[in-house]
């Protein structure tokens, strides 16, 4: 039998609205760039994926030593560990559903609402993966530029909601630009009635949250991660706050068994330890301000103030993709932007004191070199 492959393309059998889809550009794993920088694979200084540069507790290393159910698959209701995001939370466990990472919810709530031709309101710029995963679901995006400070228009985003708008994100703290939505902003969008996702994967460093607010409205979810203030990245481990109504079709077209066993010792053992781990937190925010000061001592950046553990800032001179290569040619990553409304920019994750430090005296030395 010939198969249809070789005579005809792939392309003619896959669906043909994916054929043009554009990706999400992922960050860099350190081992892809062994012998392409100027320092040791080990001596790389991740700065470009909000990376937690204290790693995650000790205690989940402790426990994965010797944690003996590998063989067992994990409890597709994901009992235990919603009743662990019950006490962390203090929402109760029938709001929770938790997930392979909170870019897999993202993706799980855009599949329960939007089908073909649905609207879905997006306020850009922010997080790829809301307009990779709606584009996923056939979902028709509605983009509402954000202001020049990069905060929500909310007059705009209520305009903008139609009959057949099924969704609104909303990323706060905002990545990539670190901006804050404020609470009172959020519910006016609310009352609008559509669904509303607030994604606070960064609230551990930005202590603004609205995850109680989720039992008193029937249009609002939250999602949250521990992959930065916890460390856990690897791990995959996020979850979400939402109406029991939504959080039973959630549960329901789930994957069975999307988040793993060694995920649930991680939070067990992540939640016991949570005074070591929010005193990291705290070192993190701590050189997030200082990064500030120190990037805006360089006259050829200005940096953004963020709430979250990194800070966006546009290159007034020179140009951002250079000084990112210049940067990994050292040893450092960074993230770099240059679209519309992220125009020669770059997005710096808050490291350790050293890291800035290693940093701010590779951007001096790049900075020598930028005329003007
Ligand atoms: C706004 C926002 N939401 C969600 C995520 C996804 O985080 P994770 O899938 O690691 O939980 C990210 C990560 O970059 C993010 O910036």
Redesign the pocket.
Known sequence: MTSNYSSTGIERLIRSDLVSLGGYVASKAPETLEGEVEVPVEGIIKLDA?VNPYGCSPRVNQALATYPYLNIYPDAGQMELRKLLQGFTGVSAEHIVASG????L?DLILHLFVGPGDEVINCIPT?D?FRFRTQMCNGKLVEVPRDKDFAVNVDAVKAAITKKTKIILL?TPN?PTGTITPQKDILEIMDSGVPVLV?E??VEFSGETVTQLVTQYKNMMV?R?F?KWAGL?GM?I?YGIFPPKIADYLLKIKLPYNVNVAAVVAVRESLNDLDYLMSRVRAIVAERERLFEELGKLKFLKPFPSKANFIYCSVLNGNAREIQQKLEKKGILVRYFDIPLLKNALRITAGKPEHTDALTKALREIGEGISG
């Open positions: 909000f990472g909170s870019d897999q993202i997080f993966i990323a990545n994604d994967a960064y999602l991660t992959s990245a995959r996020g």
